[in-house]
Structures are given as structure tokens and as C-alpha cells.
């Protein structure tokens, strides 16, 4: 069955650093979304990718899909820490996969 | 407008007990999926339904089940726990079809002692 697998699954940055989580499926996806948790609380939508090739921005977040729609990466510009929380990808094909998650903790 | 509403929030059962969790989706969501959630594991898949019918499920064993009523409403029961059962279950709705994002409740985190 699909499988959605997320690199890496920690990350300690300072703040001010950028950070980079990455997504790979085992089989090609309809669409990719993007989710926030925050520590104690529920995944949150961020966003999601449909085309092939695909970058969205949002403020300092960069999101992209590649061009055979099997993976996917967020990056973070110069992280604050409010950017702390872990960043689940969810892909999507009949039904919806989560990888396992990248946690991110910054350091003031 | 309401959120995901889940309940109970928090229940401790033993082994071999049975628990049923519920999960109210937003207002005019049809499609409510559920997760389980465990350090390190991520979100692992459970079942999803679409207007009272399961459309997909994870690969998850037949002590899990679930259910959805006519209001949208659904519930799902996990029969004969074991330790490992231990988790937050999320719940989490949208409007229908197979995209669109997912709002999730605050879950139902459940200890099996």
C-alpha cells in the first residue's frame, strides 16, 4: 500500500537558521498537503500541492512538489520560534498517508 | 463555526475492556477519517468515512471498527485492548470528495493499563 516516508525525523536549529523537512511516497500522488502541530495541540492545515512541479509560498514558508508528484519539501526561512511544532506531509491517493512527522525545535 | 468535537478527551481502560470514541465534524462535513497517533509513529490511518459508508481503511487490525450515522457523527470502537492501544485518537473532517484539507478535533487521548 502507499507509503509516505519524512526526513528527518528531528531538527535543532538556532534561531535565525533555515530548516528543511522532505517528503517521499512510494507512489505517485493526486495531491500533498502540508500540516502544523504544535506541541499539546491538534494538526493544523497549512497547505496543499496539486500540480506537478508546484511552489508555494507563504511568508517565510517555501513548499514544493516535485515534477513526478511522488515527493515534496517545506522550507523554512530564518525560523522564530513560534516556527517550533512538528510538520507531518499527508499524501494523498484514494486515501490520506501521514509521514511521520518532522519536530522542530529552535533555539532563542 | 463549531470545530471537531471529540469525546471523551481523556480515558483510561485496562486490558481486554472495550472503548468507544465519538467525533462530531463540522456542520455540513460529510467525510470523517480517523488517526492514531503514537510517539515517533506519526499519524497512522485508520478508516474513513463518506456518508455512512467506509470509503478506505488502514492497515489496522478487526479489533478496530468504526461507524458513521446519518448526521455525520461517527464513532469508532476498538474491542479486546491491548498496551499497545495506548494513543491520541484524532478525528478529522471535510466536506467530501478525496481532497481538501483536514480539520482536526483536539482527539481522545486513551491509556490502556
Known amino acids: 500500500g502507499q507509503q509516505v516516508m519524512q526526513i528527518p525525523q528531528y531538527q535543532h536549529v538556532q534561531e535565525g537558521e533555515d530548516f528543511t523537512t522532505y517528503c517521499n511516497s512510494s507512489?505517485?500522488?493526486?495531491?500533498i498537503q502540508w500540516y502544523k502541530q504544535r506541541p499539546g495541540g491538534h494538526p493544523v492545515f497549512l497547505i496543499q500541492?496539486?500540480?506537478?512541479?508546484e511552489v508555494k509560498k507563504q511568508k517565510r514558508l517555501t513548499f514544493q512538489f516535485g515534477e513526478a508528484k511522488k515527493n515534496s519539501s517545506l522550507h523554512i526561512t530564518a525560523t522564530q520560534t513560534t516556527d517550533v511544532g512538528t510538520y507531518f506531509c499527508?499524501?494523498?491517493?484514494?486515501?490520506?498517508?501521514f509521514g511521520a512527522g518532522t519536530r522542530l525545535t529552535v533555539k532563542p | 463555526k463549531a470545530g471537531v468535537t471529540q469525546t471523551p478527551r481523556y480515558l483510561i481502560k485496562t486490558r481486554g475492556q472495550q472503548v468507544t470514541l465519538s467525533c462530531s465534524p463540522i456542520?455540513?462535513?460529510?467525510?470523517v477519517s480517523w488517526y492514531q497517533q503514537t510517539p515517533g509513529q506519526g499519524l497512522q490511518f485508520l478508516f474513513e468515512?463518506?456518508?455512512?459508508?467506509?470509503?478506505n481503511k488502514g492497515n489496522f487490525p478487526g479489533r478496530f471498527s468504526g461507524r458513521q450515522f446519518s448526521n455525520s457523527r461517527s464513532e469508532m470502537n476498538v474491542s479486546t485492548l491491548e498496551l499497545g492501544d495506548s494513543a491520541l485518537y484524532l478525528c478529522?473532517?471535510?466536506?467530501?470528495?478525496?481532497?481538501?484539507?483536514?480539520?482536526f478535533g483536539e482527539g481522545s487521548r486513551l491509556t490502556v493499563l
Open positions: 468515512y463518506f456518508s455512512e459508508t467506509q470509503r
Open positions: 456542520s455540513g462535513h460529510r467525510s
Open positions: 500541492l496539486v500540480k506537478s512541479g
Open positions: 499527508a499524501g494523498n491517493n484514494n486515501d490520506m498517508r
Open positions: 478529522a473532517s471535510r466536506r467530501g470528495g478525496d481532497t481538501g484539507e483536514l480539520f
Open positions: 507512489t505517485t500522488l493526486s495531491n
